[in-house]
């Protein structure tokens, strides 16, 4: 399975792929902003996309919406510090799979990973 990992923070970047490799996933590519993971999206056509929510140029929310209208079947799981009930919504309104908060539990992330894939 090809996952795209997306979030301005690198370390949180190299977390969420040290979390993903350690449980036998493909990280094929990271962007750092919600405009990179869209092109990084067409350039890779992965199976997930585990995106953070507050990004800037883009945020992981309109990107949410504009990898969607590229491709319906996407899946995405959005990653926030914050666990606000709105972010959460608007997450899943956009067409999120599922919702992570940070600090992230290896457990909850390999969970969220694995249903989305289902």
């Known amino acids: 399975m090809k996952i795209l990992v997306v979030d301005d ?30 092109v990084r999206y067409k350039e890779l056509a992965p199976d997930l996309v585990l995106m953070d929510i507050t990004m800037p140029e883009m945020d992981g929310i309109s990107a949410a919406k504009a990898i ?7 899946r995405i799981i959005m990653c926030s510090a914050m666990g606000q009930q ?25 969970d969220a990973v694995r249903k989305a894939m289902r």
Request: aromatic residues 6%; without cysteine; proline residues 3%.
């Open 68 to 74: 969607r209208q590229m491709d319906p079947t996407a």
């Open 86 to 110: 709105a972010m959460v919504l608007e997450a899943i309104q956009a067409g999120a799979r599922d919702f992570v908060v940070k600090p992230f539990q290896a457990d909850r992330v390999v």
């Open 9 to 38: 923070a690198a370390f949180m970047r190299m977390m969420i792929k040290d979390i993903l490799l350690k449980n036998g996933f493909e990280v094929v590519g990271e962007a750092t902003n919600g405009a990179e993971a869209m």
